[in-house]
């Protein structure tokens, strides 16, 4: 089967899901990793691992995990947290990766429209985790320090949260070289404009 499939990075609260919504809308086919990544920690197996490495109290009563209480020991206040993401990485991402593989392969050989897919693979850590592996191409998206600053703090996070998540992020990270494989979207305010530069990557896909 052939399809386009296009990987965004960028850092956290840079818009990714805003444009991986608007590639959605042009008849793109998005695979969240996210959303992947809840299934999993609904796994028994994984519920139990969680439970073993960091603790039952990472687990409810009801037997699912607790992610805040999760997030709090990988993304957290606590020196050890670097450690434990690398852990909590172990036992998710190989899952994950397997369904993003599955997805993959599950999309239609043909878009809505009669032409080939394209398939935006909407993954957080894509090139730390070695996933860009997967993608034709990739879109970085880009944002203002400043929207990206109001935007993280209107999450709720602590500062040290969110430097352990930017950490995260920087961890491994390369950013692809601008030329044959990258293209970047500023999704920094206007929407319009964001919208303007996925509409340009659409049609390159597209071929038109």
Sequence with gaps: MTMTVIGLVGRIGAGKSTVAKMFADRGGIV???????????DEPEVVR?????FGGETVDAAGRVRREALAGLVFGEDPSWEANLRDLEAIV??????????????????????????????????VQAGWDGLCDRIVVVDCEESVRTSRLAARGWSPRQIAARERAWERGFVAPADGSKAWRVDASADPAYTRSQVDRIWHDCRGG
């Design 93 to 126: 991402h190989p899952r994950v990766r397997r369904r993003v593989v599955a997805a993959l392969a599950a999309c239609p050989s043909r878009a809505r429209d009669g032409a080939e897919p394209v398939v935006i693979l909407d993954v957080p850590l894509l």
């Design 31 to 41: 695979i969240d990793a996210d959303a992947l990544a809840h299934q999993v920690l």
């Design 49 to 53: 691992d969680i439970a073993a490495r």
